[in-house]
């Protein structure tokens, strides 16, 4: 089954569902990497920091598709940023995947205090040009990091990858992305599961027959964002996939809306460095 893309603004494009390695145990992620790609998967979310890049490219290289088809993400982790470290991070990455390029290379936190992710933004620009990866973006940027970096070089990101589910919704961030041409990428899209029982997510669930991680799942793809669920388990993987033969209504979209609540599960882009 072919599942839908977005297109980026460097003239790529992007499948709008993948899965995330974020805690995938080391020696658990190749064969989480080959159930997903079973499963029908063709866009992987890794870093750096997750410690399991060498088994992303063993699932990779063991499964049964071309490289060619899957769309590999990776970040550079806050303690390589600068111009150079940036540039030997990224050599590191692809050596530990095991890739000549990689698709997409993300800045995975700005560290407003660290003072770096201008000269990161401009060593990521010239690695593209170098070949090195094929587009570029960044994560947990605000819109006065992004406004920094495209104030400063001209070329905005491909994608910003945020916290974003049913009770931290990033509705500014968001229009902000649409305005600049920016996918929006959704991380802990279930939002630890908090919102699973909320009446609009209960309620869509019960209509359509779908189970609330699919609901929410959905959900984010209505918003029109590209999402990365994470499971080990093949099951999980193949449910978090099986989201798009069914549709919510308006009034579903609108009730899940109101679930918004400004609640972060995860640190706060501002104070992070
Ligand atoms: P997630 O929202 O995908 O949730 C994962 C949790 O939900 C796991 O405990 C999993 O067992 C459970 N789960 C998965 N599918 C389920 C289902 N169908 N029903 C019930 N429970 C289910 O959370 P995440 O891993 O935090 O985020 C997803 C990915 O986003 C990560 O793996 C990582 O790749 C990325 N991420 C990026 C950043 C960043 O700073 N850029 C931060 C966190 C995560």
């Given amino acids: ?7 980026l603004n460097d003239g790529r494009a992007i499948p709008q569902v993948g899965f995330g390695l974020w805690q995938v145990p080391a020696d658990e992620t190749a064969r989480v990497v080959r159930e997903g790609l079973a499963a029908g998967y063709r ?20 499964a049964d598709v071309s490289r060619d088809s899957v769309f590999v993400t990776t970040k550079v982790w806050n303690d390589r940023q600068g111009r150079d470290e940036t540039a030997r991070a990224v050599e590191d990455s692809l050596q530990r995947i095991g890739l000549d390029r990689v698709d997409l290379m993300l800045i995975h936190w700005p560290c407003p205090e660290q003072g770096l992710f201008l000269d990161t933004w401009k060593s990521l620009i010239a690695l593209r040009e170098a070949g090195k990866v094929r587009s570029i973006g960044v994560s947990n940027f605000r819109i006065s990091d992004l406004e920094r970096i495209i104030g400063e070089t001209g070329v905005v990101p491909a994608l910003n990858q945020i916290e974003l589910h049913p009770r931290l919704q ?24 908090r919102s699973f029982g909320a009446a609009p997510v209960q309620a869509a669930a019960a209509r359509t027959g779908r189970r609330p991680a699919q609901v929410i799942l959905r959900w984010h793809v209505q918003l029109g964002c590209s999402v990365i669920p994470r ?8 449910e978090n996939l099986d989201i798009f033969n069914f549709t919510l ?9 109101t679930l918004e609540a400004g609640e972060r599960t995860g640190p706060d882009p501002a104070k992070f460095n």
């Fill in 1 to 7: 089954m072919t599942h839908p893309i977005l297109p």
């Fill in 43 to 62: 866009l992987i979310d890794g870093a750096a920091i997750y410690g399991n890049e060498v088994g992303l490219g063993e699932g990779l290289r063991s």
């Fill in 170 to 193: 990033q509705t500014e961030l968001r229009a902000f992305h649409a305005k600049h041409g920016i996918v929006t990428q959704s991380w802990t899209p279930l939002g630890q599961g």
């Fill in 231 to 238: 499971s080990t388990r093949a099951a999980g993987l193949v």
């Fill in 249 to 257: 209504t308006e009034a579903e979209m609108a009730a899940i809306a």
